[in-house]
């Protein structure tokens, strides 16, 4: 009789370990990709599970398989390894899939994969989508255009979540095609495609890029205007007293000064990875951006020399682990993130972190005349077009930076 055994073979570059589930009939084995997905902390050194939770996964994983297994009744005897190997792992076109249910295994394989923002947005968006639906299980091919359009249009009067939340779901979409359907045998379980018109891209109100005035002005800021919360004495009303505070007592505000500044020196680097950076040699910094991790072969690799002006915000923000110390400083991405742009409203309203990323590109190619494919590559980005080409070609990272130091130079002169 067919035989369902448990193997751990690698554990990822991610930290995560997917395992596989060994079928093995008349001395044939054959592999079988599992949903589950563990973390280094649930198994030992020697592969033994040590996490009871982890446990329950697998033996709900192998039980799937053994049960359809016995509803052959031992006729697994006349079939080849591969024809049971077919059975086992093809699914009838009359299962259904619930969005909610498989979301969260999406959601689950994100946080493993410590992409935590992801998988918290993908949390979110469903977590929205449910309440608009007001059901609790939702069929996966219900999932049409005038369907999500509907969704889309109950967002009218948000900025970014009419747009993030189609896209986080267009993502949970995206990994049940992969896992259900295989177009090569003619089985296709996820039939719908609604992102084909549907569109999840976001159009931001006015400019990405600030001026140059207005980032010099970001730069040389020593002081903003607090308002104080005070009593009236006889009133009793509340009023709010302008006080010019200097930043070095305002921490948050200085924090969110030399990110945005640090991230115009080091290219448009994000929140993200300035967080996480752990990589420095002399005066090249290296770092995979986490936004391309998993769309490029080179994990988006990227050194970029620091010039003079970066070197006080070096010291300041020195770490001990890590490139920078703002993991020993803040708890999680999120709340560095959400300092930063908190304290940036201080220094001015219209003010986001992203525009420093922005504003280097715009003048990179309106005022230094830089080629795009240039500027382009310097923002490190992932380009599916350029992904061939990319396989043969060595970058020379210095052609970067010299780019880098003639926008530093004609901006902040």
Known sequence: MAKISVTFPYVSQTGTIRVILKLTHKGVRRSILSSVYLTSDEITKAKKIKSPSAQRRINSEVNKYITKLET????????????????????????????FEYS????????LMGKAKTSQGIKTAINSFRDFCGVQRLDINELTYNFLNKYQLSLY????????????????????????????????LVKVSPFRKLSTKYESEGKRAIDISL??????????????????????????????????????????????????????MNEVDLYKCTTIKGNILSYNRSKVTDRRDDKGYFEVRLEPEVMPLMRKYRGKD????????YSSVG?????????????????????????????????????????HEALNHADERMKITDKYVIK????????????IDYSLR
Do not use: C
């Open 72 to 99: 052959l009744n031992g006729s697994d005897e006349y079939m080849s390894p591969d024809e049971l190997l077919n059975f086992l792992t093809v699914t009838p076109q009359t299962d259904y899939i619930d969005f």
């Open 215 to 268: 980032l010099r002005k970001v730069r040389d800021t020593n002081e903003v205007t607090i308002n104080y919360i005070s009593t009236h004495r006889t009133t009793r009303k509340k009023m709010y007293l302008p006080t010019q505070v200097p930043l070095l007592k305002l921490p948050r505000v200085q924090l969110a000064q030399d990110m945005f500044m640090l991230s115009f020196y080091l290219i448009g």
């Open 396 to 407: 020379k990272f210095d052609r970067y930076w010299e780019l880098n130091r003639k926008v």
């Open 335 to 375: 709340t560095f993130i959400s300092a930063i742009n908190k304290g940036l409203k201080y220094i001015d309203k219209s003010l986001t972190f992203y525009q420093a990323r922005h504003t280097w590109a715009t003048i990179a190619v309106n005022d230094i005349e830089a080629d795009k494919l240039l500027v």
């Open 104 to 111: 969260l295994k999406v959601i689950d394989k994100y946080r």
């Open 157 to 188: 009067d948000t900025k970014r979540s009419k747009t993030l939340y189609l896209a986080m779901i267009r993502i949970v979409l995206n990994h049940a095609k992969d896992e259900f359907n295989d177009e090569d045998r003619g089985l296709v």
């Open 322 to 329: 890590r490139v920078f110390n703002f993991s020993e400083l």
